[in-house]
Every structure is written in C-alpha cells, then in structure tokens.
Nanobody
C-alpha cells in the first residue's frame, strides 16, 4: 500500500482543515487507517484511527471533539477533518495503514506510512 497525504496548510487558530490520504492498492479497504503527527522537536504522536469499515474510530484525548476521521473505501481515501485548530496542533501529519482489525494508537502496529503534510496554526 502506498499512501499520500495532502490538504495541509496555514490556518488561523479556530479555523478548520481537512486532510486527505490517498492510497494505492486494491486491499485498502481491509486496513485500519491512522493519522499521526510530529511537531518540531517532539516525538511522533497518535491522532486518530478508523477500522476497515469505518464503524470504529479512536481518537487521542488531545483532539477528541475537534477532529473526525472518516474513510471512503470506494475512493481509497481516508480523511481527517480538523476543527477549532490550536497553535499546538502545528505539526507534520502523516497517514498510516495497519493490517489489523481493531484501530490502534501504537505506531508499531502500522506497516505502511505516507509522506506527511504540514499543518501550521497561527495564533
């Protein structure tokens, strides 16, 4: 599976962005998909994950209520809708694919990673 994230940019605090992650390969619909982020000087951290059929989602506490993960298996794409953005959300956001059934926050579970997209939130 090859992944490509897009949709990042510069936004003011309180604004919104929708990130997309396009996947290649016919088995996209069988993977858990996750979003992670890495801020300058910090470790990469989990943001959100979604099961293969979209029925189960899992969010980091830091984004819960502000972020929604979704997927369209017909388009081989997973989305991350981010609202009420804060300066601390500034990071490079990457998508990843996990062949498991249950969404996970653990990086080690994810086998495939895409290049990230920069999100910058100004105060």
């Amino acid at each position: 599976v090859q992944l490509q994230a897009s949709g990042g940019g510069l936004v003011q605090a309180g604004g919104s962005l929708r990130l997309s992650c396009a996947a290649s390969g016919r088995t996209f619909s069988s993977y858990v998909m996750g979003w992670f982020r890495q801020a300058p000087g910090k470790e990469r951290e989990f943001v959100a994950a979604i099961s293969w059929n979209g029925r189960r989602t899992y969010y980091a506490d830091s984004v819960k209520g502000r972020v929604t993960i979704s997927r369209d298996n017909a388009k081989n794409t997973v989305y991350l809708q981010m609202n009420s953005l804060k300066p601390e959300d500034t990071a490079v956001y990457s998508c990843a694919a996990d062949p498991a059934i249950t969404p996970s926050a653990r990086e080690s579970e994810y086998d495939y990673w895409g290049q990230g997209t920069q999100v910058t939130v100004s105060s």
